[in-house]
């Protein structure tokens, strides 16, 4: 692994840094709800009743949009940059090193691509450019109560009637469906045939009669995801992307994304940066513990993973500018950023003693407005989500050590 920018390299990266010190806006700046939370980050904005949070969302929207860095990774006739892998890298870095907020989410990383390659020509032109102008915002219709890590379980019915579904089931962990227009979604349209296949990709909007949204608060009090109920929701079957009974393989489109998980690794990074520098200040004396060593070398331990992960992601950018496609190693960068991230909150959080106990950010007891016993609640379930860590151990063994199957 070469570490270094080429001269190509170091000219992009130079480029991204002079087009976010341009054209970054202030609110996102100071990282103040304009980072990748639902609840107070870009699509919140771009939805909000405060007129200011709007134009701000909309201006850094078009601003991303000119250069066609919405969507780095989408070929340039369809609006997107064309960036490399390796270009992707230095931009996703660039961008997590001052936490600027991603507009397009799952339009850009999931429904693009599969119109992309399985829509037509009518629903590439209906759909493409909404999600580069920021108009349109995308939610994820797979996850069901009853398939989750088993996705082709899923049981949301779709009966056709002429030229409409009749849709009827229920989808769990619908991510920001409070702050999205449409909704794209799995069902099944034929229940005799084996499971993965009689399932057809259809796209609605999130206000069909009949679909309702319901939010899903989290222990942490946050409302990230919903749940999503289809009581006769009708969808015309010109909604549907590709052929009726493929959805399974549809929905697994995906285009050559960098899948480095650099912001992940960024963000930990950024998160201890701005702990030292508090405990450097008078008022983050006032919350240091009086036993401080007794934290401070996990503190360490964790500076030090971070870097690991940091290069783990460095290993994944590089095997696919070899033009490779990670296997085992991607579930090692997954299970190990996942883990890293309980382990840093829990750090995090013993670094206030008792005081990492408040949860009110406007208290004047809550150090760093009680940011770190929130993520230690929130971490809870990233061992969980986007393959659970037993399943990626199970891919490592078998894929990377060559284990036989149990």
Do not use: C
Request: proline share 5%; glycine share 10%; hydrophobic share 35%.
């Amino acid at each position: 692994m070469d570490w270094s920018d080429s001269p190509e390299q170091a000219a992009f990266r130079q480029e991204v840094r002079e087009f976010i010190q341009k054209e970054l806006p202030e609110r996102y700046r100071a990282g103040d709800d304009g980072g990748e939370g639902f609840e107070g980050g870009w699509q919140a904005d771009r939805k909000s009743d405060d007129p200011v949070r709007r134009d701000t969302a909309m201006q850094w929207a078009d601003a991303l949009s000119k250069k066609g860095w919405i969507a780095p990774a989408w070929p340039k006739e369809y609006g997107g940059a064309g960036l490399s892998t390796i270009e992707q890298f230095i931009y996703n870095q660039e961008m997590a090193e001052v936490a600027a907020p991603m507009p397009g989410g799952m339009g850009v990383s999931m429904l693009g691509p599969t119109v992309i390659v399985h829509g037509t020509e009518e629903q590439k032109a209906e759909h493409l450019s909404k999600i580069l102008s920021g108009e349109v915002a995308w939610a994820q219709g797979y996850s069901e109560p009853g398939a989750g890590s088993d996705l082709a379980s899923l049981q949301t019915r779709a009966v056709r009637d002429g030229d409409e579904y009749v849709l009827n089931g229920q989808k769990i962990w619908t991510s920001g469906g409070h702050n999205a227009d449409w909704l794209f979604a799995l069902v099944r349209t034929d229940p005799e045939a084996p499971k993965h296949r009689g399932i057809s990709f259809v796209v609605m909007d999130i206000k069909s009669p009949g679909l309702t949204l319901r939010p899903l608060i989290n222990m942490g009090w946050k409302h990230h995801f919903n749940e999503t109920f289809f009581e006769d929701v009708r969808v015309p079957v010109k909604n549907r992307i590709g052929e009726e009974n493929r959805g399974w393989y549809v929905g697994m489109t995906l285009l050559d994304f960098e899948r480095s998980g650099i912001a992940g690794a960024i963000s930990y990074k950024r998160g201890i940066e701005e702990i030292k520098k508090f405990l450097a200040t008078d008022e983050g004396k006032r919350f240091k513990r009086a036993d401080w060593n007794s934290v401070r070398l996990e503190m360490a331990d964790r500076a030090i993973e971070t870097q690991i992960l940091f290069n783990f992601a460095f290993r994944i950018v590089s095997i696919q500018n070899r033009g490779l496609v990670p296997n085992y190693e991607a579930s090692v960068n997954k299970m190990y950023g996942a883990e890293l991230h309980q382990r840093l909150s829990r750090t995090n959080t013993k670094a206030w003693g008792l005081y990492g106990n408040v949860w009110d950010p406007k208290s004047k007891h809550a150090p760093m407005k009680a940011e770190h016993v929130q993520d230690y609640v929130g971490s809870v379930p990233h061992t969980i989500f986007s393959g659970s860590n037993e399943i990626q151990r199970n891919v490592i063994a078998t894929r990377g050590l060559g284990l036989p199957r149990g």
